[in-house]
């Protein structure tokens, strides 16, 4: 199983941008796929989740209301659209499978994914 993230770059505070994490396996599907993200000098922290058949997601307090995420099924992809940017979001974004966790129950805590991609940075400028 690998994951790959992309869509990260340099915004101005209040635009909005797009990521995707595309989920390459051979057999069987994760339970969820979510986002974390660290800014420097900070823990990982998370985004938000949501489960493979994208009937639930749930975000961080912190990104409700402007951060949107959601699955593609015919791609094996999560995207994860970020608007209202503001120069506290700015971090390295990376998103991450839960493959043995139980269906239709979202994970929050890092030890909660299996499966991680080398995460893209976001940068948000004032």
């Known amino acids: 199983v690998q994951l790959q993230a992309s869509g990260g770059g340099l915004v101005q505070a209040g635009d909005s941008l797009g990521l995707s994490c595309v989920v390459f396996?051979?057999?069987?599907?994760?339970?969820?796929v979510g986002w974390f993200r660290q800014g420097p000098g900070k823990e990982r922290e998370f985004v938000a989740a949501i489960s493979w058949s994208g009937g639930s997601s749930m975000y961080a307090d912190s990104v409700e209301g402007r951060f949107t995420i959601s699955r593609d099924n015919g791609k094996n992809t999560v995207n994860l659209q970020m608007n209202s940017l503001e120069p506290e979001d700015t971090a390295v974004y990376y998103c991450?499978?839960?493959?043995?966790?139980?269906?239709?129950?979202?994970?929050?805590?890092?030890?909660?994914?299996?499966?991680w991609g080398q995460g893209t940075q976001v940068t948000v400028s004032s």
């Open positions: 396996r051979n057999v069987g599907s994760p339970k969820a």
């Open positions: 991450a499978a839960d493959w043995a966790g139980d269906t239709g129950l979202l994970q929050t805590r890092r030890e909660g994914y299996d499966f």
